[in-house]
């Protein structure tokens, strides 16, 4: 009986030197029913050159071109070309271990999961700098809103069954954030979640030139895009009030950042200033940034159950900005400096330790100094 036919997406745009090393971690999968379908999206190197070279050698793959559309266009040609009972995503300059296919696809089965994350290498080139990995004992519903709104919502990393992609595609409007837009409705529809301990996706964090390697105003809206859409399409209360902190921080940035480099329309910038206007009373500034990125941070703690070193860092620099520009309520104020002593930490890098013994130790002068300077930056 012939095994299932898995679907491998890849999205090409400039990456010739990365491409050959992909390829060859797909061909080389142990489960041999795949097809790799590959979109040129309008390449002005030789990715395409390449991509056609490995077509020649394996039937199993697919070499779509097409004009450059972004990488939700990419993504959305490749899922109406692919005909898999079950979905992974590999970006190009990535490569992936041979049995990830295999096993995914075994643990699904054995399971009745509809969506199986994995964990990450994180490389810089041929180096291991770090990694990804999941805690296998979570339930569904945790493993849900850790990695649809917390940590780890990269398409690549996880397999999908293919009813899960039935009626989702990407917003063509986007050219970033595409994880982002499609993240609430597939942990919705996702009846079962189940993570694995191997880490079998080799991540190059450097983005080697590609569209998300400078962010600005425009990717920030993107993102606020994305996040509001996926809090529309997420029916978990838990779920929503992540991605409300998320959305009003993506709004914040954008705000700002378009400040400086003005890649927003007058249209863009004025919608998201609407909104950011009818849901915060903070009023716009770095201030109101540091805010929304510190209630995400405590947020993330409480549904972990520990205070990050994130949450500590956001609350200190918090406390500092409030001191010049105050935006918080006496009650608010007092929480955070609780927070602030109670977690006194000697972990943190030497700015961070200097700027919490000036907040324990009421070393005004210090804090504020450091509250102007995250205002001017």
Known sequence: MKDDLASILVSVYNKEEFLPKCLESLRNQTYKNIEIILVDDGSTDDSLSVCKQFEEMDPRIKVIHQENQGLCGARNTSLQNCSGDYIFFVDPDDYVDSSLVKDTISAMKNSNADMVLFGVNIMKGEKCTGGRDWNVNLSSDQLKIISGCINGWELWGRAYRRNLWSGVLFNPELRTSENVYVTGILMEK????????????????????????????????????GWKHSKDANSSPLFKEICDKRIMMSATTALLKNKKDKTLTKAQQNEIQKYYNTHSDIPLGDAAAIYYRYMKEILVSKISGKISEKAIKSALKLYAVNSVQRILSDDEEAALIHLIILHRTNNLHAEYKLLQNAIIHSNSFIYKLVGIILKLK
């Not at 993570?195 to 993107?222: C, E, F, M, N």
């Open 190 to 225: 996702a009846k079962k979640v189940i993570a694995l301990p191997k880490r079998y996706y080799y991540w190059q964090r450097a983005p080697h030139g590609s569209i998300v390697q400078t962010r600005k105003a425009k990717s920030y809206r993107d993102e606020w895009i």
